[in-house]
């Protein structure tokens, strides 16, 4: 039988993203455990979630550590104790260091809310709205030293409608991510993904050849 892939999850805010790990864990739908949730805040709603499910969880606050490698520091020693085979990044708003990275290489993804490599950084939402756009969408990579530069797993892409506000395009993503992150972990569980440079190869994957999305949509 295939071994319970074990996540070490961080996140600094309401948790929505890990909320739906935890809930295609729960369904069966990933055969995975979170079995050890940090956060560099002490008040983050994602704390809840983690008891509300039984979850270990634990606030590393990097006010209680001199620079960010210390904390860093103490981030990769608890993931290492708790034997994690995969680090994800859900809303964790720090940047962490060539160290952290280097410690689980090939083994960080994170989410983020736009197609990259457009919009990368934050407010990005925000950014995709104020630009013109028609598309944004969101991305799930793995973590290499820059930001937001990783090699890219998959991106969901949602229109740009009429109207829209950082918060409006922001909460259409969010369904979105919410569908993609247990998708990309449920690859890197069954061992499905191989890192090839940029590029990620899925093992086993079935493509859409001649998908295309218009936006505005053509007449007839
Ligand atoms: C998400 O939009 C994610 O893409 C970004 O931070 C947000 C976290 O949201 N990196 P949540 O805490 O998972 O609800």
Redesign the pocket.
């Known amino acids: 039988m295939r071994k319970t892939l074990r996540i070490g999850a961080l996140?600094s805010?309401?948790?929505?993203?890990?909320q739906s790990i935890i809930d295609h864990i729960e369904s069966g739908k990933l055969h995975a455990r979170i079995v050890i949730l940090l956060s560099d805040h002490p008040e983050a709603g994602?704390l809840r979630r983690g008891e509300r499910h039984g979850i270990p969880h634990q606030v590393i606050n990097p006010d209680d550590f001199k620079n960010r490698q210390d904390h860093d520091r103490a981030m990769i020693s608890v993931l290492k104790e708790n034997e994690v085979d995969l680090v994800v990044l859900?809303?964790y708003m720090r940047v962490i260091s060539p160290g952290f990275v280097a410690s689980f290489p090939g083994r960080i993804m994170?989410?983020?809310?736009a197609l990259l490599p457009s919009f990368p950084g934050l407010h990005v939402q925000q950014k995709a709205a104020d630009y013109g756009v028609r598309f944004s969408g969101?991305t799930v990579h793995f973590v290499d030293e820059g930001t937001d530069t990783g090699p890219i797993i998959i991106q969901a892409v949602v229109p740009v409608l009429p109207g829209d506000t950082g918060e409006t395009l922001?909460a259409r993503?969010?369904k979105q991510?919410h569908r993609i992150y247990p998708e990309a972990i449920r690859l890197f569980s069954e061992g499905r993904l191989r890192i090839e440079g940029r590029h990620v190869r899925i093992l086993d994957h079935a493509v859409d050849a001649d998908p295309c999305l218009i936006n505005p949509i053509l007449p007839g």
């Open positions: 996140a805010g309401g948790g929505s993203n890990i994602v859900a809303g994170n989410i983020h809310p969101c922001g993503i969010l991510e």
